[in-house]
């Protein structure tokens, strides 16, 4: 008994050293596998970082929002059997080396660890192959917020030096009469693009020609132009899908101006007697006329007087509106008031209701007339709306992020933003929104939820609100939004955005980000949010806001991004690639020197702040002042309560407190 008691114990040690090792073969084939997988993975993920490096721009970031789908999960090991491998995995790693998998691989020749990634080819990083520009990119010019300016729109076009207007060199009167004609305009530079950061409309009275110049820009030359939309923009698409009174255009500041009101209408009502249409731009005025006979001759002397007859009252309504505006102004009213408000001219919210007693019902009437017009020329399906609602509000070129406004680290974060596809969601989610469901789309715009936090697509990752994107400031507070968008997306290098505005470009974060909105509107520039006529003087009770008037200078700043590493780069014998540019240089420019700055005492808004200055020195000479007789008086007290001789007590007193004493 006690022989075959250990003949069985010896067959079940045996049976268990068998199952042992067959456990631990399956524990390293298992580590084995996941090892493989693993490093696959990661050797994806850094194909994918340098395609997404190498992207062609001005490009849709919307055309990288596809994802490879992850590969199937490893089946899980029974409980049992994954406990026995975990107190079995000391002795393995003890007694068991197997072959690991690579951990370094070969460039030409020389090892170096897995973890680093072999630079992409020339043709991989900067090759613009998709959208026609098959070159290296070697210049970005970039134009900030232009704010109903067209005349420095067309300017600024001009002074970038990789487009040519032509007309009279200055990009006016070329094309129809908007100067935004495009037949004569030509491309100069094949190695530059050109990029417009948003908000071309409100605020001056030009919106439609800017968008019009823009649009066409884009049009006539799709792989050189981004056109980005802004917070102004995006009201405008959104206006048609609220209450009338919630619409933006309601406002009496800082919005559409009245004499884009009055054009808009007075552009549709010249394209309605013509009997023509707009020709695609939303009130493009001009039309050919033809014949002469005499009958069409009367007929056009006719519309001629009836034209400068209209023309006539719509300049004196306007002046009135004008009135009544710089009267809100002085009773800093305009939060509360709007063009329109709730109906006929009655109550304080209507703008009318601030004119003249005789004129409030005329001018009530012509505000609406004003108002329905523009509402058509951005409604859907109009040209110009259509175009504004196809825009993207990220782009990215070369290593640099484009955006509007600003993207805050909580929302980078909360969305779990780590790649170019994540922020290139937001361009979908809009346009998605735009062309199935319309009405959602101020939903869309802010974010389902707090923040956004049911943005999410299919993959999980979601996006960051729209809205925080055309309008977030925080990254100009510090380089902590700057920084994390950078470590997140390793893609970009450097971010570019407009929106929050002063007189020059801004370079910070060691040159990471760059803050290009330096009020190039003219309008903006000399009135802030206030409306103006501008190239006329208001009576004097009337244009208290209004006194200084606009000249033909372009103030403000656009930003260079140029190839500094242009000179030393090479062609490849065998591809005829060029190599990418390694670094950028910012630059700024300016079109001129300008007699009317920032610091000129005739801006109303440097007027106040040279009052406040003035205040506080006042209130500081006088706090200085208040101190010094205290400490007059203090010494007086003193003296006599120590009966100092006066002689003693008169050293070292100046001439003014000898006096005093």
């Given at each position: 008994?006690?022989?075959?008691?250990?003949?069985?114990?010896?067959?079940?040690?045996?049976?268990?050293?068998?199952?042992?090792?067959?456990?631990?073969?399956?524990?390293?084939?298992?580590?084995?596998?996941?090892?493989?997988?693993?490093?696959?993975?990661?050797?994806?993920?850094?194909?994918?970082?340098?395609?997404?490096?190498?992207?062609?721009?001005?490009?849709?970031?919307?055309?990288?929002?596809?994802?490879?789908?992850?590969?199937?999960?490893?089946?899980?090991?029974?409980?049992?059997?994954?406990?026995?491998?975990?107190?079995?995995?000391?002795?393995?790693?003890?007694?068991?080396?197997?072959?690991?998998?690579?951990?370094?691989?070969?460039?030409?020749?020389?090892?170096?660890?897995?973890?680093?990634?072999?630079?992409?080819?020339?043709?991989?990083?900067?090759?613009?192959?998709?959208?026609?520009?098959?070159?290296?990119?070697?210049?970005?010019?970039?134009?900030?917020?232009?704010?109903?300016?067209?005349?420095?729109?067309?300017?600024?076009?001009?002074?970038?030096?990789?487009?040519?207007?032509?007309?009279?060199?200055?990009?006016?009167?070329?094309?129809?009469?908007?100067?935004?004609?495009?037949?004569?305009?030509?491309?100069?530079?094949?190695?530059?693009?050109?990029?417009?950061?948003?908000?071309?409309?409100?605020?001056?009275?030009?919106?439609?020609?800017?968008?019009?110049?823009?649009?066409?820009?884009?049009?006539?030359?799709?792989?050189?132009?981004?056109?980005?939309?802004?917070?102004?923009?995006?009201?405008?698409?959104?206006?048609?899908?609220?209450?009338?009174?919630?619409?933006?255009?309601?406002?009496?500041?800082?919005?559409?101006?009245?004499?884009?009101?009055?054009?808009?209408?007075?552009?549709?009502?010249?394209?309605?007697?013509?009997?023509g249409s707009s020709g695609g731009d939303g009130g493009n005025t001009s039309s050919s006329s033809g014949g002469g006979t005499g009958t069409s001759t009367s007929t056009s002397s006719s519309s001629t007087v009836d034209d400068a007859a209209?023309?006539?009252?719509?300049?004196?309504?306007?002046?009135?509106?004008?009135?009544?505006?710089?009267?809100?102004?002085?009773?800093?009213?305009?939060?509360?008031?709007?063009?329109?408000?709730?109906?006929?001219?009655?109550?304080?919210?209507?703008?009318?209701?601030?004119?003249?007693?005789?004129?409030?019902?005329?001018?009530?009437?012509?505000?609406?007339?004003?108002?329905?017009?523009?509402?058509?020329?951005?409604?859907?399906?109009?040209?110009?709306?259509?175009?504004?609602?196809?825009?993207?509000?990220?782009?990215?070129?070369?290593?640099?992020?484009?955006?509007?406004?600003?993207?805050?680290?909580?929302?980078?974060?909360?969305?779990?933003?780590?790649?170019?596809?994540?922020?290139?969601?937001?361009?979908?989610?809009?346009?998605?929104?735009?062309?199935?469901?319309?009405?959602?789309?101020?939903?869309?715009?802010?974010?389902?939820?707090?923040?956004?936090?049911?943005?999410?697509?299919?993959?999980?990752?979601?996006?960051?609100?729209?809205?925080?994107?055309?309008?977030?400031?925080?990254?100009?507070?510090?380089?902590?939004?700057?920084?994390?968008?950078?470590?997140?997306?390793?893609?970009?290098?450097?971010?570019?955005?407009?929106?929050?505005?002063?007189?020059?470009?801004?370079?910070?974060?060691?040159?990471?980000?760059?803050?290009?909105?330096?009020?190039?509107?003219?309008?903006?520039?000399?009135?802030?949010?206030?409306?103006?006529?501008?190239?006329?003087?208001?009576?004097?009770?009337?244009?208290?806001?209004?006194?200084?008037?606009?000249?033909?200078?372009?103030?403000?700043?656009?930003?260079?991004?140029?190839?500094?590493?242009?000179?030393?780069?090479?062609?490849?014998?065998?591809?005829?690639?060029?190599?990418?540019?390694?670094?950028?240089?910012?630059?700024?420019?300016?079109?001129?020197?300008?007699?009317?700055?920032?610091?000129?005492?005739?801006?109303?808004?440097?007027?106040?702040?040279?009052?406040?200055?003035?205040?506080?020195?006042?209130?500081?000479?006088?706090?200085?002042?208040?101190?010094?007789?205290?400490?007059?008086?203090?010494?007086?007290?003193?003296?006599?309560?120590?009966?100092?001789?006066?002689?003693?007590?008169?050293?070292?007193?100046?001439?003014?407190?000898?006096?005093?004493?």
């Amino acid at each position: 008994m006690r022989g075959t008691w250990n003949g069985v114990g010896k067959n079940q040690s045996i049976n268990q050293s068998i199952n042992q090792s067959h456990l631990l073969l399956q524990l390293y084939l298992l580590l084995e596998k996941r090892a493989k997988v693993n490093t696959a993975r990661r050797r994806a993920r850094q194909a994918q970082r340098l395609r997404l490096q190498a992207l062609p721009l001005p490009i849709q970031i919307s055309n990288l929002c596809t994802r490879a789908a992850p590969p199937p999960p490893l089946p899980p090991l029974p409980a049992p059997k994954m406990a026995l491998l975990v107190l079995l995995l000391p002795l393995l790693l003890s007694s068991v080396s197997p072959t690991a998998p690579a951990s370094t691989h070969k460039t030409d020749g020389a090892s170096s660890p897995a973890s680093s990634v072999s630079p992409p080819s020339p043709a991989e990083v900067r090759t613009y192959e998709h959208h026609g520009l098959n070159t290296t990119l070697s210049k970005i010019f970039v134009i900030g917020d232009l704010h109903g300016d067209a005349h420095c729109a067309r300017r600024w076009v001009q002074h970038s030096g990789v487009v040519d207007l032509g007309g009279n060199g200055s990009g006016e009167g070329s094309g129809d009469e908007d100067g935004d004609g495009g037949s004569d305009w030509r491309w100069l530079d094949p190695e530059a693009i050109l990029v417009f950061l948003g908000d071309y409309v409100d605020r001056g009275p030009q919106s439609r020609q800017v968008v019009q110049l823009v649009r066409r820009l884009s049009q006539t030359f799709p792989a050189h132009v981004v056109a980005l939309l802004g917070n102004h923009e995006m009201e405008l698409l959104l206006d048609p899908h609220r209450d009338k009174e919630r619409q933006y255009l309601q406002m009496v500041y800082g919005f559409v101006h009245p004499e884009e009101f009055r054009n808009t209408f007075m552009a549709a009502a010249a394209v309605a007697a013509a009997g023509g249409s707009s020709g695609g731009d939303g009130g493009n005025t001009s039309s050919s006329s033809g014949g002469g006979t005499g009958t069409s001759t009367s007929t056009s002397s006719s519309s001629t007087v009836d034209d400068a007859a209209e023309a006539a009252a719509a300049n004196a309504t306007l002046d009135r509106v004008y009135g009544a505006l710089q009267r809100v102004y002085a009773s800093s009213a305009q939060p509360h008031v709007q063009y329109i408000g709730r109906g006929a001219a009655g109550g304080q919210r209507t703008l009318a209701t601030w004119a003249d007693p005789e004129h409030r019902a005329s001018t009530h009437a012509a505000i609406e007339s004003w108002v329905g017009a523009y509402r058509a020329a951005y409604s859907p399906g109009a040209p110009l709306y259509d175009w504004l609602a196809s825009r993207p509000v990220v782009s990215y070129a070369g290593g640099v992020l484009f955006v509007h406004a600003g993207i805050s680290r909580r929302s980078l974060a909360r969305h779990n933003v780590r790649s170019l596809a994540a922020l290139g969601a937001l361009n979908t989610a809009l346009h998605k929104a735009v062309r199935d469901t319309p009405s959602a789309l101020e939903e869309v715009v802010m974010g389902s939820g707090e923040d956004g936090a049911d943005n999410a697509g299919a993959d999980g990752v979601g996006h960051v609100p729209i809205n925080e994107v055309l309008h977030y400031r925080g990254m100009h507070e510090g380089c902590t939004d700057v920084e994390a968008l950078i470590r997140r997306v390793p893609a970009v290098h450097r971010v570019v955005v407009g929106h929050t505005a002063e007189f020059k470009v801004r370079e910070r974060c060691n040159g990471r980000f760059v803050a290009a909105d330096s009020s190039l509107g003219r309008w903006f520039h000399l009135y802030g949010n206030m409306f103006c006529p501008g190239t006329r003087a208001l009576p004097e009770n009337q244009g208290s806001n209004c006194a200084a008037l606009l000249d033909a200078h372009c103030r403000g700043e656009a930003t260079v991004l140029v190839c500094s590493t242009r000179a030393a780069q090479r062609t490849d014998a065998k591809t005829g690639e060029v190599a990418p540019c390694a670094a950028w240089e910012l630059q700024k420019t300016s079109i001129e020197n300008m007699e009317l700055n920032m610091y000129h005492p005739e801006l109303p808004w440097r007027k106040a702040q040279l009052q406040q200055e003035e205040k506080r020195n006042l209130a500081k000479l006088r706090a200085t002042a208040v101190k010094d007789r205290a400490k007059r008086e203090v010494q007086k007290v003193d003296l006599e309560a120590r009966k100092v001789p006066r002689g003693e007590a008169e050293e070292g007193l100046t001439e003014s407190e000898l006096d005093e004493l």
